[in-house]
């Protein structure tokens, strides 16, 4: 079985900055990309970034130039650190991983359980 869990959400005022990490677990044979999502109160779930294993990366427009993505391959680990943090970053975010749990078998989508993170003065 896979396993990703995140950790590193919680409180921050306006301008402040989190560094969520995620790792994945179990029966592994080959991480392929990784990412963040996040899903606010009545909202739909939403693409933050994501990251290849050639370390390719692609963010939400309206993360561009305050989140970074990035990932240890060897600890099959993502981490998202966020700056500049805005109210409007509150939400549950999510890490998700594209895995192949034997050599046998192909990819399948994994996700955390999620992390909140509060953006409030």
């Known amino acids: 079985q896979v396993q990703l869990v995140e950790s590193g959400g919680g409180l921050v005022q306006p301008g402040g900055s989190l560094r969520l990490s995620c790792a994945a677990s179990g029966r592994i044979f080959r991480v392929n990309a990784m990412g963040w999502y996040r899903q606010a109160p009545g909202k739909q779930r939403e693409l933050v970034a994501t990251?290849?294993?050639?370390?390719?990366?692609n963010y939400a427009d309206s993360v561009k130039g305050r989140f970074t993505i990035s990932r240890e391959i060897a600890k099959n680990t993502v981490y998202l650190q966020m700056n500049s943090l805005k109210p409007e970053d509150t939400a549950v975010y999510y890490c998700?991983?594209?895995?192949?749990?034997?050599?046998?078998?192909?990819?399948?989508?994994?996700w955390g359980q999620g992390t909140q993170v509060t953006v409030s003065s």
């Open positions: 990251i290849t294993t050639g370390g390719s990366t």
């Open positions: 998700n991983a594209e895995i192949r749990p034997s050599m046998h078998s192909g990819a399948s989508a994994y």
